[in-house]
């Protein structure tokens, strides 16, 4: 925890009178381009993978990122995606998932995490992604862990879909969805690519098209 202190001070020294512009301008409000769903795990820095600053990305985090199906009740993520396109205006939402994610792993061994039963309730928004690999391939282990995990991306811009706000924006061409996942040993993003239904490197996926500000 020290170096957490120390890092706030260090911040408070170094960091902030180098960019105090940026910081005054955001004290009055905030105008992100991107909304970032991605995994609570420690090891993902939204900011640092995209290289933005402040005030650039609207992020959401949790396990696995998920992203619940609308429904009536509301939850955090729900509030947050609506107030994100609602209120905030994004024109791009991007999930992102990660290699070897706990969640993903809790996901295709359900029975061990029954001493965790919050998680292990949250994660059944994650079964689609399992059940539709073990269509594919027969069964299901640890060792569809990477396709898993590209699949659960899918399932969860799926889910997405199904928000009022984000389904009115996209039908009106105001929001676009992006589908990644983020190698943490090797620094890679995949990303989704509708037209030839693959996750390709970014170069390759965004050949043509850019996260450019509309």
């Known amino acids: 925890m020290d170096h957490v202190i120390s890092g706030v001070a260090k911040f408070q020294d170094e960091v902030y009178p ?4 940026t910081f005054q301008k955001l004290a009055n409000g905030q105008n992100p381009e991107v909304l970032f769903i991605t995994c ?3 090891r993902i820095d939204p900011n640092l993978v995209t290289q933005t600053d402040p005030g650039e990305l609207f ?4 396990a696995g990122n998920v992203v619940p199906p609308h429904s009536n009740q509301t939850g955090g993520m729900t509030a947050s995606i609506e107030f994100a396109v609602a209120a905030l205006g994004v024109s791009h939402i991007v999930i992102c998932g990660h290699t070897d994610c706990g969640a993903m792993k809790g996901a295709l061994n359900p029975e061990a995490l029954d001493g965790l039963p919050h998680v292990k309730e949250w994660l059944g928004h994650c079964r689609c992604a399992t059940e539709v690999v073990k269509e594919r391939r027969g069964s299901v282990d640890h060792e569809n862990l990477e396709e898993v995990t590209q699949e659960n991306v899918l399932q969860q811009l799926q889910h997405l879909r199904t928000h009022p706000s984000v389904a009115a924006k996209i039908a009106t061409g105001k929001v676009k969805l992006h589908g990644w996942v983020y190698n943490i040993g090797s620094g890679e993003v995949l990303c989704y690519d509708e037209s030839s239904k693959t996750f390709e490197r970014m170069s390759e996926a965004y050949a043509e098209q850019k996260l450019t500000k509309k």
Request: hydrophobic residues 20%; proline residues 0%.
């Open 18 to 21: 180098t960019k105090k512009a």
């Open 40 to 42: 609570s795990d420690s």
């Open 59 to 62: 992020i959401c985090r949790n």
